[in-house]
């Protein structure tokens, strides 16, 4: 395999990753403008709700069509996601926003390490 088809295979990969860490840390300073009116939970709930809409409105899912287990699934992503939001978002209203994505940000950065199986994804 020749370098330039890995670099542009890589390449929507790697402007993903950038996108989402763009609209973490974007999302991240919008919500804590709010933090006054809404509390750092209010907030979270805002933006899970607003994200819940945007993802209906993208993908279009037949939830109909669902079964107990694809709930339970939906149940425990949401459930997840929003402690995950929540958790940060009390941070955030705690400590300076760079400390606490920073602190947010090294496990899975540290998994990512612990995982890999070249030296060269250690760099």
């Given at each position: ?68 287990l694809?709930?339970r ?6 459930l ?44």
């Amino acid at each position: 395999m020749s370098g330039q088809s890995t670099a542009r295979s890589t390449g929507p990969g790697a402007a993903m990753v950038l996108s989402a860490c763009l609209s973490i840390q974007v999302g991240a300073a919008a919500a804590a403008q709010l933090f006054d009116d809404l509390g750092s939970w209010g907030a979270s709930a805002l933006r899970l709700l607003l994200a819940a809409v945007l993802m209906l409105l993208a993908a279009r899912p037949r939830i109909r069509a669902w079964d107990r287990l694809q709930w339970r699934c939906v149940i425990a992503l949401g459930l997840a996601l929003a402690g995950m939001n929540g958790f940060i978002y009390a941070a955030i209203q705690r400590i300076p926003l760079g400390t606490a994505v920073a602190i947010e940000f090294l496990g899975p950065l540290v998994l990512a390490a612990c995982l890999s199986r070249r030296s060269r994804d250690l760099l």
